[in-house]
């Protein structure tokens, strides 16, 4: 009897600690952008989701679990696996950067209002700079991936390794990039985009031979043909 009773209360006790832990994070996420990280506490997040503070830190970890949380969705946003698909597809060098430049232009544009809200911020407190370092890990850990594609494609220019690939990679298509054209300076994603590809190409990748980008002359042609 008592047996049946529990295994019939648990999925009542499961969607209330889902529903418990949605309203924490809702409320972290309105108080950290309405306010900014370093001046929300736990106790003021516990009592916007109208919980106590232990709840908060056994139902997600503390303020910077729900930090974590909230970006989690950047992070694994689906682009980021389509864009390596994407990559590992194509032999053309120019096309590996501009699918990295789409994918990460997704991945920021369907999670702007959290990416630009909470990284724009100074997130100085050392249990935001270790979020945000995980995060950046990630991130460069992608990138790495596509730096060694144009390797594998003998495509990066002859002073470039694969650290200064990354690291270019990183400067054109980072989240800085993104933060500063389209966030502080208001450019539109799909301008953000192009110029991010274009200037992440010429950066990147070795000059076509001369061999390569000469038309072929009509047979018959003289080399004085004008």
């Not at 910077?64 to 946003?77: F, W």
């Amino acid at each position: 009897m008592f047996i049946g009773m529990s295994s019939y209360n648990s999925p009542r006790r499961t969607d209330a600690a889902l529903s418990t832990r949605a309203a924490i994070l809702e409320s972290g996420r309105r108080l950290f952008l309405a306010d900014g990280y370093a001046n929300v506490t736990v106790a003021g997040i516990a009592s916007a989701a109208r919980v106590a503070v232990q709840t908060v830190y056994g139902s997600t970890g503390g303020k910077a679990a729900i930090l974590a949380a909230l970006l989690a969705p950047a992070v694994e946003d689906p682009a980021v696996e389509q864009t390596l698909t994407g990559i590992a597809a194509t032999d053309d060098p120019r096309a590996v950067i501009a699918i990295t430049a789409a994918g990460t232009r997704q991945a920021h544009e369907r999670n702007w209002e959290l990416v630009w809200g909470l990284l724009h911020q100074n997130l100085t407190e050392p249990s935001a700079a270790s979020v945000m370092e995980a995060i950046e890990a990630a991130y460069i850990g992608a990138l790495t991936a596509v730096a060694d594609r144009l390797a594998a494609l003998n495509a990066l220019r002859p002073e470039l390794d694969r650290a200064g690939a990354v690291d270019l990679l990183w400067f054109y298509l980072g989240q800085s990039a993104w933060l500063t054209l389209v966030g502080k300076r208001g450019w539109d994603f799909d301008r953000a985009e192009a110029w991010m590809a274009g200037a992440a190409q010429q950066a990147l990748l070795s000059a076509p031979s001369v061999a390569s980008v000469t038309r072929r002359r009509p047979e018959g042609s003289s080399e004085s043909a004008r």
